[in-house]
């Protein structure tokens, strides 16, 4: 079998930003909501609420992409990478139905799965941008 270089090993400090990002989206989500999730209105829900889920999960897609950084199988690390976002938006969404003043949100789910998508597709843009300077 072929070494492995320095650049395709993860090394466990890799891991470090996904599981601080992974605690951040548990801490916040789990803590109970004082104001008792209402529908206060569209507007609200779109512009705020849906928006933090994207971002959130944009930076854990990143984090978890980033922890797996191969100059091989991109598609592979890539999708697992959005598997474990995901299916921790799937956790986190279902543990909220147990927490006062939380509910469990499909559209908060789809929101978590874009924003993943989107982190995901930035870090491999940006592996692929900088693995084609190396070799120029």
């Not at 959005?82 to 949100?105: H, T």
């Amino acid at each position: 079998p072929r070494e492995q270089s320095d650049r395709d090993k993860s090394p466990p400090i890799r891991f470090g930003p996904f599981a601080v990002c992974a605690a951040t989206i548990a801490v916040l989500s789990l803590t109970p909501n004082p104001r008792q999730t209402q529908m206060v209105g569209i507007l609200e829900m779109v512009g705020g609420e849906l928006w933090a889920h994207g971002v959130a999960w944009a930076a854990l897609g990143l984090a978890a992409r980033w922890a797996r950084v191969t100059r091989e199988d991109t598609g592979r690390a890539s999708a697992l990478a959005w598997c474990v976002c995901v299916g921790y938006g799937v956790l986190m969404e279902s543990l909220q139905y147990f927490v006062p003043g939380r509910g469990a949100q499909v559209v908060d789910l789809l929101a978590d799965a874009a924003g993943t998508t989107a982190g995901v597709v930035l870090m491999n843009m940006w592996m692929n941008r900088s693995r084609d300077h190396e070799q120029a």
